[in-house]
């Protein structure tokens, strides 16, 4: 239980790091913040049981795909 709301609190910081990352020449904070954040909150989140593991994994999993297509675009993976 405590598990799958710290994933889903790891989760709201990691789509607050990429809202700030979302401007322009500040795609590098992907690397920094949101990717290990929501990689942190998915790990945390598929190891809870109860209602909060789904909506942390889906949160994470956003967070995860948006930021690797920033950096895709941005030129930030190479």
Known sequence: MIAGVLGL???LA???ALVVSLIPFLGWLNWI???PL???GLILSR???GGW???GTLINVAVIIVALLRLLLGGGVI
Do not use: C, D
Request: glycine letters at 6%; hydrophobic letters at 60%.
């Open 9 to 11: 609190l790891f989760g």
């Open 14 to 16: 990691a789509v607050l």
């Open 33 to 35: 913040t949101s990717l």
């Open 38 to 40: 929501a990689f942190v």
């Open 47 to 49: 190891f809870s049981r």
């Open 53 to 55: 593991k789904t909506l």
